[in-house]
């Protein structure tokens, strides 16, 4: 699989993570606010992945926002302007998965999903090869399985 494919499947997952988080907070009643929190963690890491990847860097193993943030930031600078939005989300990475870790509510909710589609729009303009027709995948394109 060439880098574009692979950089597409990262970006595929975000898309799909960020996708389900919004599902769920405007069609589930009571709104499971702690998976929200996770998707949208899930989504940001992985387009921050697929940008590294991008770069030819291998990402590390770990749901650290900040520090693979600060990884995408030597290869564009205008990563600081979302180091805010990784630093809260960083801490969505595992804690929500456990019961008694940590007590989220909608403003924990709805700022995650602010911050998530935040950092989809600033990738889409940091990084458009990760969204061009080139890097989509045949399921994107529309062929059949």
């Given amino acids: 699989m060439d880098k574009l494919s692979i950089v597409a499947e990262w970006r595929k997952y975000a898309d799909e993570d960020l996708r389900t988080a919004n599902h769920m907070a405007h069609n589930m009643w009571p709104t499971p606010d ?3 929190c996770f998707h949208c963690q899930q989504a940001v890491e992985k387009y921050l992945k697929g940008f590294l990847i991008l770069h030819d860097v291998e990402p590390e193993r770990t749901h650290d ?21 990784c630093f809260d989300l960083t801490r969505y990475g595992v804690q929500p998965r456990y019961p008694l870790e ?8 709805s700022r995650a999903l602010h911050y998530a589609e935040a950092v989809q729009a600033f990738m889409r303009r940091a990084a458009p090869d990760m969204f061009t027709e080139t890097a989509a995948t045949d399921e994107q394109k529309g062929a059949l399985p």
Avoid: G, S, T
């Fill in 34 to 36: 702690h998976i929200i």
């Fill in 65 to 85: 926002l900040n520090m693979l943030c600060r990884l995408c930031k030597e290869y564009n600078a205008a990563f600081a302007e979302i180091k805010e939005y």
């Fill in 102 to 109: 940590i007590y989220l509510d909608k403003a924990d909710m």
